[in-house]
């Protein structure tokens, strides 16, 4: 094995913070002032109050993925005894330096073919140049002429 596919690295809980009474939604590192993307910063991961190491998941949550990245290059090249290809969803400013780095789950639109041309520059940017998209998308069904352009595009991703 030459290579390893980390896929669905961020800490998940499959609910909605804590999966038991304790949880607090009202807490403000749950309910920040700003979260990204449509989607209250609670949802699909564990509370954001949880221990992580030495800190909070709130502090932490962004270095989850970077620091499996690591985690797995290191046992890649014990293993193998050289560098190894490691692709991951999950990154910080610097995963560059130990993985690649995959897009996502994406949807079968050309929006989201015009999309992945600046994801893959912001993360020439944040030092990590092996990056890449799924071609003709993941979600939902794909047409003919979407695929066919996004692989055409392809062509010239980093990863692909």
Not at 6 to 30: K, S, V
Not at 108 to 134: C, K, N, R, Y
Request: glycine share 10%; proline share 6%; with cysteine.
């Amino acid at each position: 094995m030459s290579g390893l596919w980390i896929d669905m690295n961020e800490p998940d809980g499959f609910c909605a913070g804590r999966c038991n009474d304790t949880w607090n939604p009202t807490d403000p590192y749950n309910v920040p002032p700003y979260t990204p993307g449509k989607d209250k910063l609670y949802v699909h991961t564990l509370s954001m109050t949880d221990i992580f190491g030495p800190t909070t998941l709130y502090n932490a949550h962004s270095m989850y993925g970077h620091m499996e990245t690591i985690a797995t290059m290191e046992a890649m090249h014990s293993i193998r005894g050289k560098r190894s290809l490691v692709l991951t969803r999950s990154t910080f400013s610097g995963t560059g330096h130990y993985g690649s780095h995959w897009l996502g789950d994406n949807v079968a639109t050309f929006e989201h073919l015009a999309w992945s041309i600046s994801g893959m520059l912001m993360f020439q940017f944040f030092g990590i140049p092996l990056v890449g998209a799924d071609i003709c998308g993941f979600q939902q069904d794909t047409t003919e002429e979407l695929c066919a352009r996004w692989a055409l595009l392809g062509a010239f991703y980093p990863f692909s």
